[in-house]
């Protein structure tokens, strides 16, 4: 996410009441997540584990919860709570603003592209030329749909990520400030929910076909022409490359890698990165092949002991 206008190490540790290590003009242009951080953003730490990871990540700024030794062309802001700072700094920076009417004036309709009754659009949404959006659709802040693109009954797009921090009296609740991307010729199915990034954007590729009821997670990358049947669930921060097959019940862990050419054969669990042009199977998924010579080898199972058994 980044901010309207670039700030200062000085004006961001104002805004959260935190030290900070570095020159006070030290310039910030935004806040991401670790996995997709960039040059002149702050990402945030609060675990030894990860210290080292988000110090040698290209942030410019590393929000931590211990005084550390700051690497060089870096700055830090020392916090008791780096998460409850982060969440500060999203809500202030990408504050929610309530709807006044069904559809946003601030957003932008392009050509011929037809808004079916009971749609809600959210403020400042941009969507392309000669798109259909069905009744019930409802379209959340700040998401970009391309041209050519149908989005059937009942779906939500921009829905808050599913990210919280188990705390010993509650479940505190990551603040979303990213957005949506979805490409040209994209056609969405009904009931499908897709979740905005947290700090960047969930994107869908050009020319991707998603059926009905399918959940896709925070952060989460969608290739160009891929097939994505009813009731797959994709967890957050997953990159799935182009011309991929899901068949329906697929579920895919968090922080996945699927590669280009991939199908995944229906009901099937990734728990793993899978290699490009292959077919999986099964859970855990694994080539289909290999999956396929260990189901015959448990079928023969009960045939092995009747003979054991005759010795």
């Not at 199977?281 to 058994?309: C, H, M, Q, S, V």
Request: charged share 20%; net charge neutral.
């Amino acid at each position: 996410m980044k901010f309207p206008q670039p700030q200062s190490l000085k004006q961001i540790s104002r805004l959260i009441n935190t030290e900070f290590v570095g020159q006070p003009d030290f310039e910030i242009l935004g806040i991401n997540e670790i996995h997709v951080v960039e040059h002149g953003d702050i990402v945030f730490v609060d675990h030894p584990k990860y210290y080292d990871k988000a110090l040698e990540s290209k942030a410019s700024v590393v929000l931590i919860n211990k005084k550390v030794d700051c690497p060089e062309g870096k700055a830090l802001l020392i916090s008791k709570d780096p998460f409850t700072d982060f969440n500060k700094i999203t809500a202030h920076f990408s504050p929610f603003e309530p709807a006044s009417q069904p559809i946003s004036t601030s957003a932008k309709i392009g050509e011929h592209t037809i808004i079916q009754p009971n749609v809600f659009i959210g403020n400042h949404v941009k969507i392309g030329d000669n798109c259909i959006i069905h009744s019930n659709v409802s379209i959340y802040d700040g998401v970009e749909i391309g041209d050519n693109v149908q989005i059937h009954s009942g779906t939500v797009l921009g829905a808050d990520a599913f990210y919280y921090k188990n705390r010993p009296a509650q479940h505190d609740k990551l603040l979303s400030g990213g957005s949506i991307k979805i490409g040209n010729d994209v056609e969405i199915g009904a009931l499908c929910t897709i979740d905005k990034g947290v700090s960047g954007v969930t994107t869908i590729g050009e020319g991707t076909k998603i059926d009905n009821h399918v959940q896709v997670g925070h952060d989460t990358v969608i290739g160009k022409k891929c097939l994505i049947a009813s009731q797959t669930g994709i967890a957050g921060c997953v990159v799935i490359k182009d011309e991929v097959t899901i068949w329906g019940q697929v579920g895919i862990a968090s922080g996945l890698t699927i590669e280009k050419g991939v199908i995944i054969y229906a009901q099937s669990g990734i728990s793993k990165n899978l290699k490009p042009n292959t077919t999986y199977f099964g859970t855990p998924a694994d080539d289909i092949k290999k999956k396929y010579r260990e189901l015959a080898y448990i079928n023969r199972i009960p045939e092995i002991i009747k003979k054991l058994k005759n010795l």
